[in-house]
């Protein structure tokens, strides 16, 4: 069941494609990675309404498997961001009990990226309040990939029949094991596409896009995108009349 709160039924998961960072930069005239840098308000803003209306798990596309082949600079860039922003934010996600996890080929990230986001999971990992899932160095095909080499593995061990691979199962392969899919998905900087992000997972999530640059993405956008979700009729496959009837 989808917690309600103030009337509005909360999505237990919302995921973000937090997008636009070097078109807000561009438009002040300075570097993409000022754009970057400046997404972390953003981050920090949308994790504290998230944790404020409830919601069980926040996650955020942080970094593709096809970001890889942007400018070295601006990936270095990234990367130190995300080293920087976990140790100063470590003390805040302590006090709210924010527990930070991550998706994705984690062991493909640099050693000291690596080894500093697994101290902050460890040390984050009795938090009972919000589940901040970062995506980094994760893709939908990626995760549905190295789901089928587990699969397909286990089913030559003979420790998986394959009359009893169901969708259910699959699930139980990706990287998002036990986490519920995602009810709402948001891209911001007016872009419409989902840019091989949760490709299994957001089968039925509800798609909200907007114009805002993610710098500039607050909880008033993050409140608007929870009414335009409370406004859908979320059918399942099934008719509306069928709905009336339940
Ligand atoms: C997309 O904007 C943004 C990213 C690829 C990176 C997102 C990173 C952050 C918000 C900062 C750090 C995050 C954490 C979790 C510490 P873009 O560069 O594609 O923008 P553009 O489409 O305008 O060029």
Redesign the pocket.
Known sequence: MIAKRDGREIPKHIAVI???????A?KQGAM?IF???S??Q??RDITEGCAELGVDHLT?????TE?WSRPQK?VDG?MN??IK??NSELPTLMKNKVRLTAIGDLQGLATGVYKKLSLAIDETKLNKGLNLI?ALNYSGKWDLTQAFKVICGEAIKGTIKPEAIDEDLVSNYLSTKGIPDPELLIRT?G?MRISNFLLWQSAYSEFFFTEV???DFRKKHLNLAIDSFNDRERRFGKTSEQLDFQ
Do not use: C, Q
């Open positions: 937090m997008d636009g960072n070097g078109r807000w561009k993409r754009g970057h840098r997404g972390v953003a981050v955020l596309y942080a970094f593709s970001n601006e990234l961001l995300l922003t976990i970062l900087s872009e640059l993610w710098p």
